[in-house]
């Protein structure tokens, strides 16, 4: 066993994590627990003693979906959801898990997906990929220099195409065998009896294959009929584990299934969690039917369903075209489904393709997510001066021109050189704070470690509580400090079924020593740093220097006053993989 410093913290203002409101207390952390909770510790001999006052310490917060799966073979410090105070992340979301398969299947699945570059993943893979099943794949995280802890869902696409062949899970006129549907259920019964926390499915179809083989048809999971979710959901049901799922957003209709398949009249209610309650731009009625249903059918029903919703506006931005907004309709993904700048600028200039763009953009006969409103849409960068800062409704205008037309000639002209940014959702702060008091919430959703050039939302913790203290200090708070610390740490940590988010005696010391002074908008602004492991990649990132003073994971210090310290990764190991209890 590794050693683990005394580490006392003299009177700090905790949040235990319970919702409970803050007190000045000491906080002493001893052989990776929490020893003692109350004013006028003794320190130990040899504890390090740090003036807390005006301090506040919280749990480690949890963020409960990410696709860290690449990043983790990569950089297993994952220091940038270290530095804001994540100690606890889930990966294998979204039917997406790197616990068994081909690596040439695995990169092809993730990479398009999650706009990861697949020239990095599938060497990785092929060099590094030594576990043949879920048992080993978590044996295989469970050795690595983890920074922060790590959690699991086991992906439904990846059973699925070690169950059936990766031709037939992708076939739609192919249904698998009694024997391939075995298969799944032994692979997803060795995951549960390991320690995974269930299984992730993914029914939208916008999600991509990439590579040569099957580029561009929708990933394993989404070929599957809800008959064959049914069957997998089984296990999880007599289990008590959670089925993760992402929704057919071209249709909506397909989150009842969802909804009654969690419902509990006559059998145990399936724990179910579901991508994700926002307020889009494209849909206003969407985020009050979701909360309204998952009300009746948790209160009335007897279901378990919450859908993950983030704390912040949903923005992004786009270098050309390489956005999984685009993936909507046919159109957009016949230009990703051409890597080669050449020939997507010469598929974007033919009036033929231009035509069905401009169709398919207009197009209302099905779900959107993205509001394709080019009078919103603005440029960032491009090698065209006097562009950046304006709409392309704005410069079209300005040309006479359509606005798509207009759109379609910088795309083709520029390419991946031609930003631009566009908020997607949970832009009206008032519904934002409507979405954060729902009871049938769990906060996060971040997507870290994967849209590396699209969004930054790896401090949604931070970006909660800095919401949640204005409000308070203003008088009319939508949450106080401690339900959203509450929101963001043991909410999850218990629903989950995880040894996480919560501040007690003889529990793991997991836990973040904020600045409250330093709590300010600053959260909001974006930046871009280098990606550890993806050379010449820049991702972009939210920081804030000065607010998050030390984070402690499993009782030793791994980032402090604004660096990882020396020995993050450096033959120590200061995470370690959770397993559902």
């Known amino acids: 066993m590794e050693p683990r410093p005394s580490l ?34 003794t320190a130990p001999a040899a504890a390090e003693v740090v003036d807390a006052t005006g301090l506040w310490v919280t749990p480690g917060f949890i963020d409960l979906h990410t696709h860290y799966d690449a990043e983790l073979e990569i950089d297993p410090r994952l220091t940038e959801s270290l530095r804001h105070g994540v100690t606890t992340v889930l990966v294998g979301s979204c039917g997406l898990s790197m616990a068994a398969g081909r690596p040439v299947d695995l990169a092809d699945m993730f990479c398009r997906v999650e706009s990861i570059p697949r020239s990095v993943v599938l060497p990785l893979l092929e060099a590094r990929m030594d576990w043949t099943g879920p048992r080993e794949y978590l044996d295989h995280l469970d050795g690595l220099e983890l ?13 699925r195409a070690v169950a059936m062949g990766i031709d037939r899970s992708l076939d739609e006129d192919v249904r698998p065998t009694e024997a391939e549907l075995q298969a799944m259920e032994a692979l997803l019964e060795e995951g549960l009896d390991s320690g995974y926390l269930g299984l992730s499915i993914n029914t939208l179809p916008w999600d991509k294959m ?14 599957a009929t809800w008959s064959e979710y049914r069957r997998l959901m089984r296990p999880l049901r007599r289990r008590g584990r959670i089925l993760q799922g992402v929704p057919n957003l071209a249709t909506k209709v397909n989150i009842l299934l969802f909804l009654l398949s969690s419902t509990g009249i006559g059998r145990k209610g399936l724990k179910t969690s579901i991508l994700a309650l926002m307020d889009p731009k494209a849909d206003r009625i969407a985020p009050h039917l979701a909360a309204h249903l998952s009300r009746f059918v948790n209160a009335v029903l007897g279901a378990d369903v919450r859908f993950q919703a983030l704390p912040n506006p949903f923005d992004v931005y786009t270098d050309g075209l390489e956005n999984p907004v685009i993936e909507e309709f046919g159109a957009g993904t016949a230009a990703l489904h051409l890597e080669d700048p050449q020939q997507r600028s010469a598929l974007l200039r033919d009036p033929t393709y231009r035509a069905r763009f401009k169709k398919d953009w207009a197009g209302r006969m099905l779900g959107k997510a993205y509001h394709r409103d080019l009078y919103e849409a603005r440029v960032v960068d491009c090698p065209e001066p006097g562009l950046a800062g304006r709409t392309f409704g704005e410069i079209a205008d300005a040309r006479g021109m359509d606005a798509v037309e207009l759109f379609l000639d910088l795309q083709a002209d520029h390419g991946n050189a031609l930003r631009w940014y566009s908020v997607v959702a949970n832009d009206r702060p008032e ?18 470690g994967a849209h590396l050039r699209n969004m930054a939302y790896y401090n949604f913790p931070l970006r909660c509580l ?116």
Do not use: C
């Open 147 to 159: 920074g922060p802890n790590v959690t699991a869902m086991l992906g439904h696409s990846t059973i």
């Open 431 to 448: 519904m934002l704070h409507w979405i954060m008091q729902r009871p049938d919430i769990l906060v996060g959703f971040s997507d870290a």
């Open 210 to 223: 990439d590579g040569e083989a099957h580029r561009s048809k929708p990933t394993p999971s989404v070929f």
């Open 466 to 581: 800095w919401r949640a203290h204005v409000s308070e200090q203003g008088g009319a708070p939508f949450l106080s400090v401690a339900r959203a610390v509450h929101r963001l740490t043991a909410e999850i940590g218990d629903w989950l079924g995880i040894d996480a988010g919560t501040l007690r005696v003889g529990g793991r010391a997991d836990l973040v020593v904020l600045d409250p002074t330093q709590l300010d908008a600053r959260v909001e602004e974006v930046h871009e740093a280098p990606t550890p492991g993806f050379p010449g990649l820049q991702r972009l990132v939210r920081r804030t220097p000065g607010l998050v003073r030390r984070v402690v994971v499993n009782g030793r210090t791994a980032w402090q006053d604004g660096e990882p310290v020396a020995d993050l990764g450096e033959g120590s190991r200061h995470g370690r993989v959770l397993r559902a209890q």
């Open 8 to 41: 006392l913290l003299r009177q700090a203002t905790l949040y235990d994590g319970t919702g409970a409101p803050g007190r000045v207390t000491d906080v002493l952390v001893h052989d990776g627990r929490i020893a003692a909770l109350s004013p006028g510790v």
